[in-house]
């Protein structure tokens, strides 16, 4: 039935191959991937390059800029005014 209503309708569900606690869980999950696969359009995809770039801009210290299981992960820390 999941695999017919997932040609349906755009709402990811997993239940219940996750094993989490409760169906509030399940629910909760639908939400948050059904939103993240819903917005890929509005995502500005930066280069690791431009990352850094922008954080130099800001005025950022200690930049660290990487790929990730994620794409680009940056961290830096503001500076002491």
Request: net charge neutral; aromatic share 10%.
């Amino acid at each position: 039935m999941q695999l017919v209503l997932s040609r349906l309708t755009p709402i990811v569900n997993y239940y219940p191959h996750f094993g989490l606690r409760d169906r509030q869980m399940y629910y909760e999950w639908m939400l948050l991937d059904t939103h993240d696969a819903m917005t890929d359009v509005y995502k500005h995809r930066r280069t690791a390059a431009q990352i850094r770039r922008f954080l130099t801009e800001l005025g950022a210290e200690e930049i660290e800029v990487t790929h990730g299981g994620n794409g680009v992960e940056a961290s830096c820390r503001k500076p002491v005014c």
